[in-house]
T-cell receptor, first 115, second 111 residues
Framework: DVKVTQSSRYLVKRTGEKVFLECVQDMDHENMFWYRQDPGLGLRLIYFSYDVKMKEKGDIPEGYSVSREKKERFSLILESASTNQTSMYLC??????????????FGSGTRLTVV | QKEVEQNSGPLSVPEGAIASLNCTYSDRGSQSFFWYRQYSGKSPELIMFIYSNGDKEDGRFTAQLNKASQYVSLLIRDSQPSDSATYLCAVLASATNKLIFGTGTLLAVQP
């Protein structure tokens, strides 16, 4: 069964901390994505990657960075956490050749609270 | 104009009724369309995809696509309280090959 695993289900961090959110997929997918989801705003794309060591900004990259050193792992980094980054963070992956038929597979999400 | 538009709801239907969820999109070149279900506090789960005009049925779910009108819908027959969730419409953008999501419609099925 296809799996996207996010390392933490719930996280509480302090303002100013550096936060790492990890995502691992076992489907040999080329594409990986990070979204945040807030009530009334839907899914907003933060960063995505189409290949190892490749990254592209999404719609709301400010305050975030990413790392993709291996094909299966895509990390989201909050350089200095702020309260407005309190949100549900969702990782997703897709196959370059089959996205049109299979869409994205999502991880279970990380609910981050910054205090 | 948003790229993918959905009525946020809530859409309230009685148990056993047909729930009709609608979505319009702006990219005329889009070829693939998806419906995701998201329970409260959980992540989106793919339930249907469609790429040809017309209807596609899977159990109690039917996806309908009309490319000329740029319109996608999801029908849920014999709605159950367990169908209560937010339903996200997603369109594969022709230029970027990325999924564009609507903000979702909250469905509430009343027992």
């Amino acid at each position: 069964d296809v799996k996207v695993t996010q390392s933490s289900r719930y996280l509480v961090k302090r303002t100013g901390e550096k936060v790492f959110l990890e995502c691992v997929q076992d489907m040999d997918h080329e594409n990986m994505f990070w979204y945040r989801q807030d009530p009334g705003l839907g899914l907003r794309l933060i960063y995505f990657s189409y290949d190892v060591k490749m990254k592209e900004k999404g719609d709301i990259p400010e305050g975030y960075s990413v790392s993709r050193e291996k094909k299966e792992r895509f990390s989201l980094i909050l350089e200095s956490a702020s309260t407005n980054q309190t949100s549900m963070y969702l990782c997703a992956s897709s196959s370059s050749s089959r996205a049109a038929l299979l869409g994205y597979t999502f991880g279970s999400g990380t609910r981050l609270t910054v205090v | 104009q948003k790229e993918v538009e959905q009525n946020s709801g809530p859409l309230s239907v009685p148990e056993g009724a047909i729930a009709s969820l609608n979505c319009t999109y702006s990219d005329r070149g889009s070829q693939s369309f998806f419906w995701y279900r998201q329970y409260s506090g959980k992540s989106p789960e793919l339930i249907m995809f469609i790429y040809s005009n017309g209807d596609k049925e899977d159990g109690r779910f039917t996806a309908q696509l009309n490319k000329a009108s740029q319109y996608v819908s999801l029908l849920i027959r014999d709605s159950q309280p367990s169908d209560s969730a937010t339903y996200l419409c997603a369109v594969l953008a022709s230029a970027t090959n990325k999924l564009i999501f609507g903000t979702g419609t909250l469905l509430a099925v009343q027992p």
